[in-house]
């Protein structure tokens, strides 16, 4: 019995001995020089694991990682995954962070303004993620941002992240809404927000182009917004890759609020937390017109005699910008169309009738956000180029009116 004592006593020893010489090692710092990426293959056994870190120079000896992580109960809890390991990180760091589950992060930001559809397409063309998207989701019901994931993350699982914040902050917003808002439900301030999205790039004019939509409800008059006429054409695809038609202005679709009253049926865009902001906080000004100024944003005005003076100004900024030095060549107007019957003109409330004379030009709301010339004719549709490859920033969210963000027309 003494000597079977004696005998556990110095195997003992030694397994002291071993876990202290095992435990030092693991503390180490390892071979890794630099910071490095390793992806962990799916149904990684302990041994694949070993043998893969050792390969890619990050241990020296498998058999100490496998020893380490038996010991340590971490070899159950191995997950695939891809992780970023520090230079000179010791076995017992690389064991925790494959434990742990400590994954990169990547990240994808969709930009506000951009449809149902655009917002699909972007998660499909994005490698990182894994699985297909069950279906599209209704417009205006995802909350566009940054949204952080890891490899092989579902693509699924990022519209439903997406469609939970929009529910959130939604419910956030609507709480804080005025009792004198003309918007009777939170799908009306969605709608609302996806026009203020589409019409302005710009985060300071947007509660001042809401306020303007807020005062034209109150008077009942007509939206009359540029991005409603595409909406109502493409739907989804939202965008037309051209200039919009002069026959398309008074074309009746549920969405063109050049023809419907009040809002359209839905929205025409999934807008950020900024647009619905600007729609419950909205500028308190008499504002119902605006073009744009020339700088990238727009000119307000009150009244149709204030908003044709701006108008009149964007058409010699645009004349000068065409061709500077002269005035604007002839093929630079719209052809002239012949008029629509009287029953079918649309005219802005309270727009007045230019005396058309000989030149029979059909006269444009006044109110338009486009390039139009002080007696109401139409000189130049904005290119609704968003998304196309005449855009040089593909899919990129921003105001189509503005001439420093339009791609520049093609012959």
């Given at each position: ?104 992060e990547h990240g994808i930001t969709i930009p506000e ?265 139409r000189i130049r549709a904005f290119d609704a180029s ?26």
């Open positions: 019995m003494s000597g079977l004592f004696t005998a556990l006593v110095i195997i003992a020893g030694f397994v002291g001995v071993g876990i202290a010489v095992l435990d030092s090692q693991s503390k180490a710092p390892g071979p890794l020089a630099s910071d490095r990426v390793l992806i962990i293959p799916r149904d990684s056994g302990l041994t694949e694991i070993a043998d893969l870190l050792q390969r890619e120079g990050m241990i020296e000896h498998p058999w100490t990682f496998r020893a380490a992580a038996l010991l340590s109960g971490n070899w159950t809890k191995l997950k695939a995954g891809e992780y970023l390991f520090k230079a000179r990180a010791s076995q017992a760091d690389i064991l925790n962070i494959i434990a742990e589950g400590k994954a990169v303004g951009l449809t149902s559809e655009q917002i699909v397409a972007r998660l499909r063309e994005n490698e990182l993620l894994s699985g297909d998207i069950i279906q599209t989701p209704r417009e205006g019901s995802i909350l566009p941002d940054t949204y952080k994931f890891p490899r092989g993350f579902a693509r699924q699982a990022i519209i439903d992240r997406m469609a939970r914040s929009h529910r959130e902050v939604l419910a956030e917003v609507w709480r804080r809404k005025p009792a004198d808002l003309p918007i009777k439900t939170p799908q009306e301030l969605v709608v609302l927000a996806s026009i203020v999205e589409k019409e302005t790039g710009r985060a300071d004019e947007r509660p001042r182009v809401a306020g303007v939509f807020i005062n034209r409800l109150n008077r009942r008059m007509k939206l009359q917004s540029d991005p409603t006429i595409v909406y109502g054409i493409v739907g989804g695809k939202g965008t037309l890759g051209r200039s919009i038609l002069r026959t398309e202005i008074t074309q009746a679709t549920p969405y063109n609020t050049y023809v419907i009253d009040g809002l359209p049926p839905g929205p025409i865009a999934n807008p950020g937390r900024a647009a619905l902001e600007a729609v419950v906080n909205h500028s308190r000004t008499k504002d119902l017109y605006f073009v744009a100024d020339g700088s990238g944003g727009h000119a307000f005005a009150e009244t149709l005699e204030q908003h044709n003076r701006n108008v009149q100004r964007w058409r010699q900024i645009e004349a000068a910008r065409r061709d500077p030095g002269r005035a604007a060549p002839d093929n630079s107007v719209d052809k002239v169309e012949p008029p629509p019957a009287p029953e079918q003109r649309t005219e802005a409330p309270g727009a007045q009738r230019a005396d058309l004379g000989e030149s029979d030009v059909y006269p444009v709301p006044a109110n338009r956000r486009t390039a139009a010339s002080a007696d109401g004719t968003e998304g196309t490859p005449r855009d040089p920033l593909l899919n990129k969210t921003f105001d189509l009116n503005s001439p420093k963000q339009i791609p520049p027309l093609r012959p």
